[in-house]
């Protein structure tokens, strides 16, 4: 069965601190990896989005990496700011088929 | 949010009753989809459409119902036969071309409350 496991369930840091959030996915084949970010009452919007064949992706202060032989991403967080508290959602698109895979998600809680 | 709309932002139910949850885009684009989400899982399929007057079951369709008259419209209906149907509803839309879905833009949500 495609799994996304999502890890911790919730975080709490102090600003300007990093954190790093970890994706294990059972689904194989896939076409890509997607990380969202999800504002609390808001639709997710899209981070990064990696292949296969890509280790790391960045978007400012955001870099997802991905290791598809242990089928593990991370998305490391730099120089948190309150702003980056929201939900995180690591989500797999498998290569046959068109139906998303999501993880539950990882809510971060960055405080002053 | 993108060019997705979601209305309302807010919706409460009384049990037994119908009710039915707007999605609107503007992006041309040809698929939209309706996820549930609820607290500690991830986002469930309910229904998906790839073109207009054609759309699919997801995961979770039992209790709902849909229809895609419209490019960029496709609503929901949560029905009374939804058990449990408290939760935050997203409707989503993408390109098909290819053969496959593209990107998904979301739309902002609804928090469906019932009574």
């Known amino acids: 069965k495609n799994q996304v496991e999502q890890s911790p369930q919730s975080l709490i840091i102090l600003e300007g601190k990093n954190c790093t959030l970890q994706c294990n996915y059972t689904v194989s084949p896939f076409s890509n990896l997607r990380w969202y970010k999800q504002d609390t009452g808001r639709g997710p919007v899209s981070l990064t989005i990696m292949t296969f064949s890509e280790n790391t992706k960045s978007n400012g202060r955001y870099t997802a990496t991905l290791d598809a032989d242990t089928k593990q991403s991370s998305l490391h967080i730099t120089a948190s700011q309150l702003s980056d508290s929201a939900s995180y959602i690591c989500?797999?698109?498998?290569?046959?088929?068109?139906?998303?895979?999501f993880g539950a998600g990882t809510i971060l809680r960055v405080k002053s | 949010d993108g060019g997705i709309t979601q209305s309302p932002k807010y919706l409460f139910r009384k049990e037994g009753q119908n009710v039915t949850l707007s999605c609107e885009q503007n992006l041309n684009h040809d698929a939209m989809y309706w996820y549930r989400q609820d607290p500690g899982q991830g986002l469930r399929l309910i229904y998906y459409?790839?073109?207009?007057?054609?759309?699919q079951k997801g995961d979770i369709a039992e209790g709902y119902s849909v229809s895609r008259e419209k490019k960029e419209s496709f609503p929901l209906t949560v029905t009374s036969a939804q058990k449990n149907p408290t939760a935050f509803y997203l409707c989503a839309s993408s390109m098909f071309a290819s053969g496959r879905l593209h990107e998904q833009f979301f739309g902002p949500g609804t928090r469906l409350t019932v009574l």
């Open positions: 459409s790839q073109i207009v007057n054609d759309f």
């Open positions: 989500v797999v698109r498998p290569e046959y088929g068109n139906k998303l895979v």
